[in-house]
């Protein structure tokens, strides 16, 4: 596959709900004025000087609105091209599940200068069509551009030393999540017998990388999934609570009240 399927550059968030895009990890930096969007239940508002990162899933962004002023420029990234440019470092995993819950990052003025260094740079390597070690010299800038991301992140929450085993771990944890196992298996137990640790371990493991336990996770996936689809009306109750295996009507209702803090009914008002 050609780089330029890899990355695609954009100077607007109103494609990033785009489904062809749900696969691509989106950064972006904002140049000037604001824009105000939802996700994962949460209100954002991405402002000149701050970078944001939602690693895929950009379906999940909604309501996004731009300023008259509003002057961005996105990258997108696919999953395959980050993992060949991911420098070897165990950071990466913090920082995904921390942008989960919060994709944007508020930068220092030289932080500012750095990002915007490195988003001109891949943009420069994009257009040099003609130069002989294109892939690589792509792999490189977007190598940096992330090396950059990590440091920012660190910068702002820190640094935990974490074992390659603890990250394999969380990696294998997170990914199971993202496929949808949480749709029948929301036992912790589940996740650690396919893992081959302990549910102990697998909490603990989860805590010292993300700062919250495995459980957390789980219910944040099931949540977040099960007031997507209550927002789809084509869908009935009992329809969205057979996906999630539950073994009746007011078992999901209580599930949702539980979690959710509100009536399933309610969600679709």
Request: proline fraction near 3%; charge should be negative; hydrophobic fraction near 35%.
């Amino acid at each position: 596959m050609e780089p330029m399927q890899h990355i695609i550059i954009d100077d607007t968030l109103a494609r990033i709900s785009d489904e062809k895009l749900s696969g691509y990890l989106t950064h972006a930096y904002c140049y000037e004025g604001f824009c105000t969007f939802e996700r994962n239940g949460k209100s954002f508002r991405f402002e000149a000087g701050d970078c944001m990162i939602v690693p895929r899933r950009g379906d999940l962004v909604e309501k996004v609105e731009e300023s008259d002023d509003f002057k961005v420029s996105v990258i997108y990234v696919t999953q395959e091209f980050i993992e060949l440019s991911t420098p070897q470092s165990n950071y990466g995993m913090r920082g995904h599940l921390a942008l989960f819950e919060n994709p944007i990052m508020k930068l220092t003025p030289q932080q500012q200068e750095i990002c915007r260094r490195n988003f001109e740079a891949v943009k420069r390597r994009l257009e040099q069509t003609s130069h002989r070690f294109r892939h690589d010299a792509l792999m490189n800038a977007v190598e940096c551009m992330i090396i950059d991301f990590f440091d920012f992140h660190a910068e702002l929450y820190g640094v935990d030393k974490i074992s390659s085993q603890q990250h394999q771990l969380m990696e294998q944890f997170v990914e199971m999540l993202e496929n949808g196992d949480y749709r029948e298996n929301r036992e912790i137990s589940y996740y650690a017998d396919r893992l081959c640790v302990t549910p102990k371990y697998l909490s603990e493991v989860s805590k010292k990388v993300s700062g919250l336990p495995a459980a957390f996770w789980i219910t944040r996936y099931t949540s977040l999934e099960i007031s997507r689809l209550l927002r789809d009306r084509n869908l009935s109750l009992t329809e969205i609570s057979d996906m999630f295996g539950f073994t009746s009507l007011s078992h999901f209702s209580r599930y949702v009240m539980n979690n959710l803090g509100v009536k399933p009914s309610e969600l679709r008002e």
